[in-house]
Nanobody, 128 residues
Framework: EVQLQASGGGLVQAGGSLRLSCAVSGFDFDMQAIGWFRQVAGKEREGVSCIGSADDRTYYADSVKGRFTISHDKAKNTVYLQMNSLRPEDTAVYYC?????????????????????WGKGTLVTVSS
């Protein structure tokens, strides 16, 4: 059983930065990746960035490439999402998740499917 706790959301002006944290506890032998997803009310879930839990392979959605960086501090069991050059369209509730899929498969999975584990969301609001 894996537990995920996301934090770090807040209000920031366009062009600013935020760092989200996802604290991971527990263990699941099948867990292959941890990722960040976001959702705006009325829109589908979007896979933002995912990272391999063992090999640190990464995936980024085109909408965040060059602006967001995902990293995994294994000593702290925490996955970070550094978000720079934030835009109003980045406003969303951000969730971290863990799954047995690869990072690419996890992030690109159709929103109609769930993930093995979800954390509670953290709200990111970017003002123009």
């Amino acid at each position: 059983e894996v537990q995920l706790q996301a934090s770090g959301g807040g209000l920031v002006q366009a062009g600013g930065s935020l760092r989200l944290s996802c604290a991971v506890s527990g263990f699941d032998f099948d867990m292959q990746a941890i990722g960040w997803f976001r959702q705006v009310a009325g829109k589908e879930r979007e896979g933002v960035s995912c990272i391999g839990s063992a090999d640190d392979r990464t995936y980024y959605a085109d909408s965040v490439k060059g602006r967001f960086t995902i990293s995994h501090d294994k000593a702290k069991n925490t996955v970070y999402l550094q978000m720079n050059s934030l835009r109003p369209e980045d406003t969303a509730v951000y969730y971290c998740a863990a799954d047995s899929l690869s990072p690419v498969a996890m992030c690109r999975r159709s929103p109609e499917y769930g993930m093995d584990y979800w954390g509670k969301g953290t709200l990111v609001t970017v003002s123009s």
